[in-house]
């Protein structure tokens, strides 16, 4: 698994967050498409009495009650498959975090979905900036994230959402951002 692209300089440290534009994304949209638009044409085959798939004959299947459960799976299949390509389209919680020394300012930036909350823009001064925090939940649900812990007790999230990162990468990206911000790093035993 690839880890944020960092670009650093001795004043600025940005994080280029990965949102709903990755592998699995277009893999399962590919897939849930596929199936959705089979069962769908599946459906209208048995509907009209008329082959519309190739790779098998539905003609013969009653439209009441198994044409109609396959037309009911297709729009589903397709609803759900539009839904995906709409989010890697919008690349939803797609963005970055940067860390300004020069503009004494943190910005965490990322994409939501259409609407007046579109663009999710977070600023404060880094001086608000108490400790970067890793939260490590392990079992059937695993979480690896990293938080920024401002003054006013509040904990941003950092980390990308979906896939849990790798320890050794959470470790690595989380004591990286703290020597760079001269803060603690809590929550790694």
Known sequence: ????????????LRQEILGARRFSNYFWATITTMGGVGFLLAGLSSYFQKNLLIVSDTTSL???????????YGVAGSLLA?????????????????????????????????????????????????AIKAEIKEGLNPKRALYLCTKQRRNIPLTRVGEPIPISDLENQGAELARFLTVPLEGLV
Do not use: H
């Not at 698994?1 to 600025?12: A, D, E, G, I, Q």
């Not at 539009?82 to 389209?89: A, D, E, G, N, P």
């Open 82 to 130: 539009t839904y995906i390509w709409l989010t890697i389209f919008w690349n939803i919680g797609g963005g970055y975090n940067e860390f300004n020394r020069e503009t004494n300012q943190v910005t965490i930036f990322r994409w939501g979905f259409p609407g007046k909350n579109r663009r999710i823009d977070f600023t404060c001064s880094l001086d608000e900036v108490q």
């Open 62 to 72: 009653q439209f009441i009650p198994q044409g109609i459960a396959l037309l009911f």
């Open 1 to 12: 698994m690839k880890t944020p692209v960092t670009s650093t300089s001795n004043l600025v």
